[in-house]
């Protein structure tokens, strides 16, 4: 890969470009620059996703974007966003339990914010996508992300949480599952527990500890 030794000098190239412009108040050539710019760093994500990986540095700030960045930038980033999720995809430890503290942060309904409800819904359909997209079936809170979404009043963001809470078809596995069950045979069972619902208690357990007042009743 002929990217890859001038990659990390890319990125930072890119990442200099939005710190040096203006969000707000920016010209049209300015909005067009950084629109450019959000879907030029998703693209070296999928790319060269080792570059991503480490940290939940530019995923918290592609995040923050849809919040804040103005409406002529942010379909664009809406579809960065998107498209960044196959850095992360399989990550785990540390960086993964940050993703789910950025994907349940975002997912909190416009009752819970000062933001527009739009914005809200972009953002709480970007975590949704990337909750089914990171993370397995079995995971719970890819799955409770999925449940605080489900009865959302935009019907793209209900229609894609509801999609959440059903359980893969056989022949359509998740990206993690495919890998698993292709790399080796024995690793077939795996894809296929991957693939179900979270066990009453594992979930029971997690929802708990999102909601404490029903662990103390």
């Not at 480490?54 to 664009?76: H, M, Y």
Request: proline share 6%; charged share 20%.
């Amino acid at each position: 890969n002929t990217l890859n030794p001038m990659g990390p000098v890319v990125l930072g190239g890119l990442l200099k470009v939005l710190d040096a412009t203006a969000a707000q108040d920016a010209d049209t050539q300015t909005r067009s620059l950084r629109a450019f710019t959000y879907q030029a760093i998703a693209q070296l994500g999928n790319r060269l996703p080792h570059l991503f990986r480490s940290n939940t540095d530019i995923a918290e700030r592609f995040f923050s974007a849809l919040t804040t960045e103005p409406q002529g930038v942010r379909a664009s980033v809406q579809e960065s966003v998107s498209s960044l999720a196959g850095a992360y995809a399989g990550i785990g430890g540390e960086v993964a339990a940050r993703l789910e503290s950025v994907l349940l942060t975002a997912v909190q309904p416009a009752s819970a914010t000062a933001l527009p409800q739009a914005t809200v819904e972009g953002v709480r359909l970007a975590a949704v996508k990337w909750a089914q997209r990171l993370f397995p079936f079995n995971h719970p809170a890819a799955r409770y992300i999925c449940i605080m979404a489900a009865g959302d009043l935009k019907y793209e963001v209900r229609e894609e949480a509801q999609r959440g809470l059903k359980p893969p078809q056989a022949d359509s596995l998740s990206n993690s599952a495919k890998d698993s069950a292709a790399s080796s045979a024995s690793l077939s069972e795996t894809a296929k527990d991957a693939d179900k619902y979270p066990t009453l208690t594992e979930f029971l357990a997690y929802t708990a500890t999102r909601l404490p007042k029903l662990e103390k009743k």
